[in-house]
């Protein structure tokens, strides 16, 4: 069955701090993964799209590394703002599957 | 023109009510999706066309009902819904299947 989760659930971390966030598959037959970010009753915003023969994308602060064959993903995010509280969400694609793991919810104190 | 919009952003419908859901985008992506989220849960795949044909069909029921008319407008027709198909439904494109995909804002259904 192709499961993904993410760890820690849920995140509290003073403004500037730089964190990681976790995201683990279960199938590691993917297309790409990629990263979200959804504030509270919104859409989902597109962060960072990894392909498979990928092993990291940068954009801006946020960093996101692959590995496909231990079926792990992190995202980091460097000097963290109150602006990035949200959920982030990370999503595989498998080709006929779309599978999103549960999210970690960030809150970044000022 | 670099967004989804969906329409209406809140739909109240009955049981018995037949109603739609109406996705655009304009950004010339052939492929096209419809989600599922229910409170504090990640989104679910329902549908995906690619090139105006459906691709995919995660099992969902036959009361909802997909429709692409062309390669900018993807619709959801609902019929018969139950209280537990209240969600927030998502719609999103991509210039192709496993590419990047652009999440509208959603519609928020409630059905009584």
């Known amino acids: 069955k192709q499961e993904v989760t993410q760890i820690p659930a849920a995140l509290s971390v003073p403004e500037g701090e730089n964190l990681v966030l976790n995201c683990s598959f279960t199938?590691?037959?993917?297309?790409?993964l990629q990263w979200f970010r959804q504030d509270p009753g919104k859409g989902l915003t597109s962060l960072l799209l990894?392909?498979?023969?990928?092993r990291e994308q940068t954009s801006g602060r946020l960093n996101a590394s692959l590995d496909k064959s231990s079926g792990r993903s992190t995202l980091y995010i460097a000097a963290s703002q109150p602006g990035d509280s949200a959920t982030y969400l990370c999503a595989v694609d498998y080709g006929q599957n779309f599978v999103f793991g549960p999210g970690t919810r960030l809150s970044v104190l000022p | 023109d670099t967004e989804v919009t969906q329409t209406p952003k809140h739909l109240v419908m009955g049981m018995t009510n037949k109603k739609s859901l109406k996705c655009e985008q304009h950004m010339g992506h052939r492929a096209m999706y419809w989600y599922k989220q229910k409170a504090k849960k990640p989104p679910e795949l329902m549908f995906v066309y690619s090139y105006e044909k459906l691709s995919i069909n995660e099992s969902v029921p036959s009361r909802f009902s997909p429709e692409c008319p062309n390669s900018s407008l993807l619709n959801l027709h609902l019929h018969a819904l139950q209280p537990e198909d209240s969600a927030l439904y998502l719609c999103?494109?991509?210039?192709?299947?496993?590419?990047?995909?652009?999440f509208g804002p959603g519609t928020r259904l409630l059905v009584l």
């Open positions: 990894i392909q498979s023969s990928q």
């Open positions: 199938d590691s037959a993917i297309y790409n």
């Open positions: 999103a494109s991509a210039y192709v299947m496993q590419e990047t995909q652009y």
